[in-house]
């Protein structure tokens, strides 16, 4: 139900059951997950935040903003406090997204404090800091390309989906195993779309890990 009123939602005005708000930082907490318009980049243009409240389980919000030029610009996403052991972690990550246009990744972003990024999707040209670590690694039932750009990792899905799952867990299990990781503790965990430029609506129709 509330994929279906995220989708049918977008290009309406607000309606009972929405939050939006405009401010850089501002924020919505909805069940265990907090949803941030974080828009955070250098020459970022406003940005509105629109959150269904009624989707606690599942966060489903939505974007509008129009972005130009070079580097990232906003990062919107639901953040999860979860402050566990990477070894013994073991949350699956669930996603559902449309509104595909310009340049961005719909990706998760773990703070262990260091960070692992896992890009699901992604277009107009966007991709990953620095240099290619390995190619095709299955990971969890999923393969990566796996990069390493200086202080953090990225991992990005080989077969991209705008929606589907990935073994978080198991991303920072095999950090460890591999000995490029110590076993840190995995303080957070957000999904969302950051977007460098382009113009309409960016959508997070689900997600929840």
């Known amino acids: 139900m509330a994929v279906a009123l995220g989708a049918a939602i977008l290009p309406l005005a607000v309606s009972a059951g929405t939050w939006s708000t405009t401010a850089q930082y501002g924020t919505y907490t909805l069940g265990n997950y907090v949803i941030a318009n974080d828009v955070w980049g250098s020459g970022a243009q406003s940005q509105t935040l629109y959150v269904n409240t009624s989707s ?13 030029g070079g580097g990232v610009k906003s990062y919107p996403h639901a953040q999860r406090n979860l402050n566990q052991s990477m070894k013994t972690a073991s949350e699956t990550g669930h996603w559902s ?30 991709g990953p800091w620095g240099s290619l670590y390995q190619s095709n690694v299955s ?21 991209q989906a705008s929606s589907g799952s990935c073994n978080l867990g198991a991303i ?16 957070s965990v957000q999904y969302g779309v ?5 113009s309409g609506w960016w959508t997070i129709n689900s997600c929840s890990f």
């Open 172 to 187: 920072y299990q095999w950090l460890v195993n591999n000995n490029k990781l110590g076993n840190n503790t995995v303080g």
């Open 194 to 198: 950051e977007i460098t430029n382009g």
């Open 139 to 159: 990971i969890g039932g999923t393969t990566y390309n796996v990069y390493q750009p200086g202080g953090y990792w990225s991992f990005l899905k080989t077969s």
């Open 97 to 126: 997204n449309s509104g595909t246009t310009g340049c961005y990744d719909y990706a998760f972003d773990v703070w262990l404090p260091s960070e692992i990024m896992v890009w699901t999707q992604w277009g107009g040209g966007a």
């Open 56 to 68: 606690a389980s599942a966060p489903n919000f939505w974007v509008n903003t129009t972005q130009t």
